[in-house]
C-alpha cells in the first residue's frame, strides 16, 4: 500500500479510462445490448435467463449452484427457463396477472429463484420478504400493496398475518409436505408445479412495466415500497461489466440475501444477464462453511459486506490457511463502510483490494464505486458511475465546494432509478425536494480529486450488519409491551457490526428493569417484527428527547448513541 492509495488492478471489461468514459458516456449507449432493441420485445426476465438458452447457445450452462447442509444442487440455465415457464403458468392458472403484487417469502432456495423469475415473465410484480420478518412486518408490507399472492415455506407461512390480508388469495407453499396440513387458500407448489405445462410463458412488458416493489425502512414511519422497472436492467448490465468486471468464465457469488436490493439486482439478474453461474448459499453464516464455499466453486469474483469480512477475520489465519482461495480475481463490498483492517486483510491474505461500492434500495444500481482502473483511495466509497452526477448539498439544495461534510445528492434520471413509492407521490416527492438532486439521506464529503467519503445517515435510519432498520418500526413494536410507556431507538457504534440497534426506554409505573426484561423485550420485537431489528442494547432514560411536533428527535437519540448524553 501507498500510503492512503491502493494501485487497482485493471481487468479485462474496465473502463480503461475513467475520466474520458465518464465525460463521454450515455446509458442510451448501452441499450443495443438488449434484444429488445432489435425486437421491441421486453422483459428484464428474457434477458437475464431465457436469452441464454434462446439466443447464445447457453442451455447446457450451469446457472446456479445451490449448496445449504446436506442440499446440493445444480440447475443449468435451460432447466431454470423451463421451470420458471412452468412457474409463471401455475401463476396464470391462478389468475395472477400483469401488475399483481406477489410477496416472495422464501429462505434462499432454488424454488425462490425460479418462482422470482416466474413472476417477472407474467409482469407481476415480486415484493421480496426478508425471511426474518414477523407478523407486523409482513402485513404493514403486504398490506400496503395488497399482494394477491405470495410464495412460502411450511417453516414461515404460520407468520401471515391471513386475517389482515383481505386481498392475499393465493398462498404457495414449497415443500409443504413437511409442513401438514394445506388450508383452503393455500397451494401446494411442487404439486402445481408437477402437473404445470412448460409451454413459453413469456409476457412482454414496456419499458417503464414496474417489476419490483422492494420496501425500504425510512427513518419516521413505515417501510417505504420503493418501486422498480424493468428499464433497470440498463444500469445493472453496464454496472455488472464496469463495476464488477464480470467475463464469460466467471463464477460469481453475492451473499446477499434476495430480501434485500443487492441479493435482487447482484444476486442473480445481473449475473445472469452476463450468462454466469450463481452461487447460493442456504442456511445461516459460518465463516468456514462460507471459505469452503469460496473454494469448492471456484469462486472468481465476490460480493459482499464488510461485518461479513470481519466474521471471516476474526476466524483468523488457521481458517483462511485451510483454503484454497486463489481463483478470487475481484472482490466487491456494499451496504456499510469499509473499514481500513477489512481492507489491509484482503489485500496482506488474499493479494487483492476489496472494491467498495456505494448504492441503496432507492437507486436500483451500483452508484459511487471503484473500478479496476482506478487508484483506491483508502475509505472512500469512490467516485460517482459514468452517466452519473453525484454532489454534496447543503439543507437548502445548494452545492458545496470539496472537503464540506452535506447531503450526499444525485442527479435525478438514471435508468435503475426508483420510480415512485407505492401508495404515495407525497413520500416519493420528498426524495427530490430540491430539484434537479436526488436526496440519498447519506451524508459525505468528496475530496478535490473527486473521491466521495460516506459519513453516515442523516435520518437516524439504523445500518447493523448492512441490514436497514427504521427506528419508527422498531419503537412503535417496543410502545406495545406492556412495561415499556415510551422508547426511542438509535444506532450505536460497533466494531463488528458497524451499528447495533439500541433502544432507551421509558418504563411504566410498576415495572422495574432486570436482565429477564431486557431479554423478553429484544425477544418481543424479534417475535414481532424480525430479528435483525431487535434491540442490542437497552437503557431506561426518565424521558425521551422530542421535537417541537411531539415525535422522537432523531438527531437527540443518534447523539446518545454516540455517548454524547
Ligand atoms: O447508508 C448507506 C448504506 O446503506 C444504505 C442503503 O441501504 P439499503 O437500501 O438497504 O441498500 C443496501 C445496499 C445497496 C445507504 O443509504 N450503504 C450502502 N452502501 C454503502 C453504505 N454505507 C457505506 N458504504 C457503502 N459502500
Redesign the pocket.
Same mark, same amino acid.
Given at each position: 500500500m501507498d500510503g492512503n492509495l491502493i494501485q487497482a488492478l485493471p481487468g479485462p471489461h474496465n473502463l480503461d479510462n475513467y475520466e474520458k468514459v465518464y465525460k463521454n458516456f450515455d446509458f442510451a449507449s448501452v441499450e443495443k445490448e438488449f434484444s429488445w432493441f432489435e425486437t421491441g420485445r421486453i422483459n428484464i426476465a428474457y434477458e437475464a435467463l431465457d436469452r441464454n438458452v434462446t439466443e447464445k447457445g447457453l442451455a447446457d450452462k450451469t446457472a446456479l449452484y445451490y449448496t445449504n447442509g446436506p442440499r446440493v444442487e445444480e440447475y443449468t440455465f435451460g432447466q431454470l427457463k423451463k421451470l420458471s415457464d412452468k412457474f409463471a403458468n401455475v401463476l396464470k392458472k391462478f389468475g395472477v396477472k400483469k401488475g399483481d403484487r406477489v410477496g416472495m417469502f422464501l429462505p434462499r432456495s432454488p424454488e425462490l429463484y425460479i418462482s422470482f423469475l416466474g413472476i417477472l415473465k407474467i409482469g407481476a410484480i415480486v415484493v421480496p420478504l426478508f425471511e426474518a420478518f414477523m407478523e407486523e412486518a409482513l402485513k404493514d408490507r403486504l398490506g400496503d400493496c395488497e399482494a394477491v399472492a405470495v410464495v412460502t415455506s411450511p417453516d414461515l407461512k404460520s407468520r401471515l398475518p391471513l386475517q389482515h390480508l383481505p386481498a392475499l388469495k393465493h398462498v404457495f407453499v414449497v415443500d409443504n409436505e413437511k409442513g401438514g396440513n394445506v388450508s383452503a387458500t393455500e397451494i401446494d407448489w411442487h404439486q402445481e408445479m408437477q402437473a404445470a405445462p412448460d409451454t413459453e410463458a413469456m409476457v412482454w412488458v414496456d419499458r417503464e412495466t414496474p417489476m419490483l416493489v422492494m420496501y425500504?425502512s425510512g427513518a419516521d414511519g413505515k417501510a417505504k415500497g420503493v418501486i422498480h422497472v424493468h428499464n433497470g436492467m440498463v444500469g445493472h448490465y453496464i454496472t455488472g461489466k464496469w463495476v464488477h468486471d464480470l467475463q464469460p468464465d466467471d463464477v460469481y457469488w453475492c451473499t446477499a440475501d434476495p430480501g @434485500? /436490493? =443487492?441479493g435482487i439486482v447482484y444476486g442473480f439478474l445481473t449475473p445472469w444477464m452476463f450468462g454466469l453461474p450463481i452461487v447460493i448459499k442456504g442456511g445461516r453464516f459460518k465463516a468456514e462453511d462460507w471459505c469452503e464455499t469460496l473454494e469448492k466453486y471456484g469462486v472468481t469474483v465476490w460480493y459482499s459486506a464488510p461485518t461479513a469480512f470481519r466474521m471471516i477475520i476474526s476466524g483468523g489465519d488457521k481458517l483462511l490457511e485451510k483454503y484454497d482461495l486463489s481463483k478470487l480475481r475481484h472482490i466487491l !463490498?456494499?451496504? +456499510?463502510?469499509?473499514t481500513p483492517e477489512v481492507m489491509e486483510w484482503s489485500m496482506a491474505k488474499l493479494g487483492i483490494p476489496i472494491y %467498495? =461500492? @456505494? @448504492?441503496? !434500495?432507492?437507486t436500483g444500481m451500483n452508484m459511487i464505486c471503484n473500478y479496476r482502473c482506478l487508484p483506491i483511495k483508502l475509505g472512500s /466509497?469512490g467516485k460517482p458511475f459514468p452517466g452519473i452526477t453525484a454532489a454534496i448539498v447543503d439543507d437548502d439544495g445548494n452545492e458545496l465546494p470539496p472537503n464540506k461534510i452535506g447531503n450526499l445528492a444525485l442527479k435525478a434520471g438514471w435508468p435503475s432509478m426508483l420510480r415512485g413509492i407505492w401508495g404515495s407521490e407525497e413520500k416519493y416527492k420528498e426524495y427530490f425536494k430540491f430539484q434537479p438532486w436526488f436526496i !440519498?439521506? %447519506?451524508s459525505a464529503y468528496r475530496d478535490e480529486d473527486g473521491y466521495f467519503f460516506?459519513q453516515g &445517515?442523516v435520518d437516524g435510519?439504523i445500518?447493523t450488519a448492512? +441490514? &436497514?432498520v427504521g427506528p419508527w418500526e422498531v419503537e412503535n413494536k417496543l410502545r406495545e409491551h406492556p412495561a415499556v410507556k415510551d422508547a426511542g431507538v438509535a444506532g450505536k457504534p460497533d466494531a463488528l457490526r458497524g451499528e447495533i440497534v439500541k433502544a432507551y426506554i421509558v418504563l411504566n409505573e410498576g415495572y422495574e428493569w432486570n436482565p429477564d426484561l431486557s431479554e423478553e423485550l429484544r425477544n418481543y420485537v424479534k417475535k414481532g417484527l424480525a430479528a435483525h431489528a431487535a434491540p442490542r442494547e437497552f437503557e431506561v432514560v426518565p424521558g425521551i428527547p422530542k421535537t417541537k411536533e411531539g415525535a422522537n428527535d432523531r438527531k437527540a437519540l443518534k447523539g446518545w448513541a454516540l455517548g454524547l448524553k
Open positions: 425500504a @434485500w /436490493i =443487492t !463490498s456494499v451496504g +456499510e463502510p469499509l %467498495d =461500492t @456505494w @448504492w441503496m !434500495s432507492e /466509497i !440519498s439521506g %447519506d460516506f &445517515r435510519v445500518n448492512g +441490514e &436497514r
